[in-house]
Nanobody, 126 residues
Framework: QVQLVESGGGLVQAGGSLRLSCAAS????????MGWFRQAPGKERAFVAAISWTGVTTYYADSVKGRFTISVDNAKKMVHLQMNSLKPEDTAVYYC???????????????????WGQGTQVTVSS
């Protein structure tokens, strides 16, 4: 059973930074693409960023490009999302997800991801 546990959410002022972390119960990070998604109130869950199982390739939503950075720590079995220059519109519940289709390119559709964490709240005040 794959378990993903997010941490690092909180309340921050606009322009500030937060670092989200996702811990995996198994060494899936070495073999599967990992992604971050977010869901704001009244909106559908949306793609934020993803990193390939090699750790080499990353992909970002246009809305966060240049402000967010996804990275993986294989030794600690963790995926991080560094969020800088936060805006009120970044307010959402952030989810970590694992795409168990080995060897595929990074995918942005939430329905391609097989396992999800419980989510962590990020609130950005103006």
């Amino acid at each position: 059973q794959v378990q993903l546990v997010e941490s690092g959410g909180g309340l921050v002022q606009a322009g500030g930074s937060l670092r989200l972390s996702c811990a995996a119960s198994e060494v899936i990070i070495r073999n599967y693409n990992m992604g971050w998604f977010r869901q704001a109130p009244g909106k559908e869950r949306a793609f934020v960023a993803a990193i390939s199982w090699t750790g080499v390739t990353t992909y970002y939503a246009d809305s966060v490009k240049g402000r967010f950075t996804i990275s993986v720590d294989n030794a600690k079995k963790m995926v991080h999302l560094q969020m800088n220059s936060l805006k009120p519109e970044d307010t959402a519940v952030y989810y970590c997800a694992a795409d168990l289709a080995m060897g595929t390119a990074i995918r942005v559709d939430q329905y391609d991801y097989d396992y999800w964490g419980q989510g962590t709240q990020v609130t950005v005040s103006s």
